[in-house]
């Protein structure tokens, strides 16, 4: 059984946008500029493109990292990864 954070691979691989993910007390400011609210344990997550503006909007706070992975892949992945 493939956890949600294979899926994720999975579904992102080779693709431009890659996810991300991050505590909020790892990205405190960003976190507040994007208007949502700020709690230090829980998890943030986006799409982004390294060395690339080109990014999606921040989601969040989830409890766990699957909870990140699993939104990105229900929002963002192909129905046929």
Do not use: H
Request: charged letters at 30%.
């Amino acid at each position: 059984m493939a956890t949600v954070l294979n899926q994720l691979q999975k579904a992102f691989e080779g693709q431009f946008m890659q996810p991300k993910a991050y505590q909020g007390k790892d990205i405190e400011s960003e976190i507040l500029d994007a208007g949502l609210d700020l709690e230090y344990d829980k998890f943030y997550c986006r799409l982004s493109a390294d060395g690339y503006m080109d990014c999606t909007d921040w989601y969040g706070p989830f409890d766990t990292i699957d909870d990140c992975a699993q939104f990105l892949i229900d929002t963002y992945a192909d129905e046929e990864f």
